[in-house]
């Protein structure tokens, strides 16, 4: 064995995880078999080798997945887990194309090969729009997996922009994660699209950068100054990040100036899977909202309560305490309360899991947590005897038709958090009303 299978054979995969409409139970089946693996899970394409898609198979977000993997740099490989079941052999699977370094250094050099080819005819034509085309050459695609889902270890890649990722401060504040187009401020849209796709369509006349970046147009901005904006995208493929939703951003800065959002995919889900709430379903809400707040070790913590929870038909004594025990020490984190007090606050006729601020809500999911897992004997899957109730898709809706009021003139960490504290569920959406643009 030479170095480089030596160094990948000891190497911990590093999973960057994009959620489908309609992949939520694969998602968490997921997350449950990356942490028992001892297996981390990327904050952006750029630092992950193991590109996971949880969820059916979607045309709308297929364009969304290449983008991410496009940004993911070699060894690499990635896999598609459409349901909760066979999660684990998928992913034996694709760690197994990691390991294989022939195949892995045939990838690389037919991408170092592709990329001359495009630098080639970028200089040739004079308009630098290499990184506006799509290479349409065949990868070394790996093995496609049955109806479970499939495991690539290669394709195609397209050599775009490399995207970034913000990450919070301490566990208190929120980053603007993204990966794709960069308006030179380190601002990155969620799937590397700008707002007609390519780059175009801009006062510039379809100018472009080297490389196929777009250059920004300007916009009188709040104090009447014409300054550069960026329309770029966050999401559908973001980590931590509410399935299919995507929300068009225009950028001054780091600061919104206008705002839409919309679910992408989805449009056969039959049903939601957390159809009827429970301690897990907010347990869920609340470790993703913790890990875009920057609060890692938290987050990790409620996934584990979450799968336990889950896991059994009603929580014992040890799990109940362990629950409890994990809520007070979210709910006395100042930092984490003060970083939220006044963010997207809403009012009105909204529904009631949608009011306040962004604290409001996330102390309200913990509350929720708290009331149905406080007394011995009370479990989530005694919550789903209930009737089914339309709860969650209305709170969906009421969210989605709110967002751009409340993302426009904040900046993008302040964006991050409103979304993951109000965490629509497109599920649960696509189920009752199919899904529209709301901006």
Avoid: Y
């Avoid at 079941?85 to 592709?114: I, K, N």
């Amino acid at each position: 064995m030479d170095v480089t299978g030596w160094l990948l054979a000891r190497a911990r995969p590093c999973a960057f995880v994009v959620t489908a409409v309609g992949g939520t139970g694969a998602r968490v089946a997921v997350e449950r078999e990356l942490r028992e693996r001892g297996w981390r899970q990327a904050a952006a394409p750029g630092e992950a080798d193991l590109l996971v898609v949880c969820g059916p198979e979607d045309a709308e977000l297929a364009d969304a997945v290449e983008r991410v993997w496009e940004q993911m740099p070699g060894p690499r490989a990635r896999v598609r887990v459409a349901g909760g079941d066979g999660a684990a052999p998928l992913l034996d699977s694709a760690r197994g194309h990691l390991l294989d370094v022939d195949r892995q250094r045939r990838q690389a050099a037919e991408r170092d090969a592709r990329a001359r080819e495009r630098a080639q005819r970028s200089d040739g034509d004079g308009h630098g729009n290499a990184g506006h085309g799509r290479d349409e050459s065949p990868g070394d695609g790996g093995a496609q997996g049955g109806g479970d889902g499939k495991s690539e270890g290669g394709g195609d890649d397209h050599g775009d922009a490399d995207g970034g990722h913000g990450q919070g401060d301490g566990h208190g504040n929120g980053g603007g994660d993204g990966a794709g187009q960069d308006d030179g401020h380190g601002h990155g849209s969620g799937d590397g699209d700008s707002d007609d796709g390519h780059g175009h369509g801009h006062d510039h006349g379809g100018m472009s950068m080297p490389g196929g970046i777009p250059m920004a147009d300007r916009g009188p901005d709040r104090d009447g100054l014409r300054l550069d904006r960026l329309h770029v995208h966050l999401g559908p493929a973001l980590a931590d990040w509410p399935a299919g939703l995507r929300l068009r951003l225009t950028l001054q800065g780091d600061v919104v100036q206008e705002a839409e959002a919309e679910i992408v995919g989805g449009t056969a889900v039959a049903s939601a899977f957390w159809d009827v709430p429970g301690p897990a379903a907010d347990l869920d809400s609340a470790q993703r909202f913790l890990a875009v707040a920057g609060w890692s070790a938290a987050a990790e913590a409620g996934r584990r309560w979450r799968d336990a929870l889950l896991a059994e038909p009603g929580p014992g004594e040890p799990t109940r305490r362990g629950v409890l025990r994990w809520l007070r020490r979210v709910r006395r984190s100042r930092v984490l309360r003060w970083s939220t007090d006044g963010l997207g606050r809403i009012g009105g006729s909204a529904p009631d899991p949608l009011r306040g601020d962004v604290t409001d809500r996330w102390a309200r999911l913990l509350d929720g947590v708290e009331a149905a897992v406080g007394a011995p004997g009370v479990s989530d899957a005694a919550g789903r005897d209930r009737p089914a109730s339309d709860s969650r898709a209305q709170a969906a809706e009421a969210a989605l038709d709110l967002l751009p009021s409340l993302v426009t003139g904040r900046e993008l960490a302040a964006v991050r958090l409103t979304v993951a504290s109000l965490d629509p569920d497109a599920e649960a959406l696509r189920a009752h009303v199919p899904g529209r643009s709301h901006g």
